[in-house]
């Protein structure tokens, strides 16, 4: 399984930005989708994800602005990204795990300028 970060850039806070990931390939026993990203200097850390449950969690601080949509014909998860601030500002990852993987894409930049 192949994923394809796109859509980062540069904003002004208070912009929007949306991230796709597509996924080329095929996966059994996928247990959850989603975003993670990392700052200079911090972990990295869930931004948004949803189960094969169909539960989707956000990140405290993303809360509110940001909205996770799977499109599944299209093999493509997308992040939109509202009401953007200068701590947004990371490295975002694309992330499908399960049982026996765990694949990351190469990360998108998403620079918010305030």
């Known amino acids: 399984v192949q994923l394809q970060a796109s859509g980062g850039g540069s904003v002004q806070a208070g912009g929007s930005l949306r991230l796709a990931c597509k996924a080329s390939g095929t996966t059994v026993g996928v247990q959850r989708i989603g975003w993670f990203r990392q700052a200079p200097g911090k972990q990295r850390e869930l931004v948004t994800a949803?189960?094969?449950?169909?539960?989707?969690d956000y990140g405290d601080s993303v809360a509110g602005r940001f909205t996770l949509f799977r499109d599944s014909a299209k093999n493509t998860l997308y992040l939109y990204m509202n009401s953007l601030k200068p701590e947004d500002t990371a490295v975002y990852y694309c992330n499908i795990r399960g049982n026996l993987f765990d694949y990351w894409g190469q990360g998108t930049q998403v620079t918010v300028s305030s």
């Open positions: 949803i189960s094969t449950g169909g539960r989707t």
